[in-house]
């Protein structure tokens, strides 16, 4: 068995900070700490995760479901090494591509074309392995002719074709994918799908967040179910 991530105790907390008083005005606010000026705010700590355990195979595709709140996009946040964990371990054995935001790792003053090559080299690839799917990565998105029209002007849709497709054909080991796809309209998600079915035949491994069950069970083989940032099930997918 060749693993491609390890994940032990993975946990992460936020701290939210409560308003215990609520003013109208900015004098009273000024009024208000004058007045108790050692006064903080209530403050309360929330696990978005909580002791999550689990390991992928070289080749696997999981998907992983759960309510909203469950902790899915912070899983995923600090899979990519957006975010750091709060504690626990993080095996990952090989190169990472994520699409978990539209427009992540796009900056919106470059062009599509610019973009494709910065998108790249934050996933470390070289120039000469970008070229080599350039033309493959702007068909797939169908965004040719806007190629080197700036970003910032693109709609919601081409953002998210471009950054799928250059995710999709930079080959990294691993893909991580968050429920992003939902922004496209039916033909490119069967086209994403589609394109996430290649790459996992290619032997690659597939994170797969998604509130589309159809979807999650014609794509993947395991399913990982989160309940209130903890793993309440994992097995096969159906």
Known sequence: MEL????????????IHHRSERHTTLYEAALHRLRHPLQRAPKETFW????????????EVVGVIGRNGAGKSTLLKVLSQITAPTSGEIDLHGRVGSLLEVGTGFHPELTGRENIFLNGAILGMNRREIVSQFDAIVDF???????????????SGMYVRLAFAVAAHLNPEILIVDEVLAVGDAEFQNKCLGKMHDVAQSGRTILFVSHNLQAISLLCTKGIVLSQGRIDFVGKTR
């Open 48 to 59: 978005a995760l909580r002791d999550v355990s689990f390991s992928l195979e070289r080749g």
């Open 4 to 15: 491609a991530l390890d994940v032990r105790g993975l946990s992460k907390a936020f701290i």
């Open 141 to 155: 998105a169908g965004v040719e002719r806007f190629l080197d029209t700036p970003v910032k002007r693109y709609s």
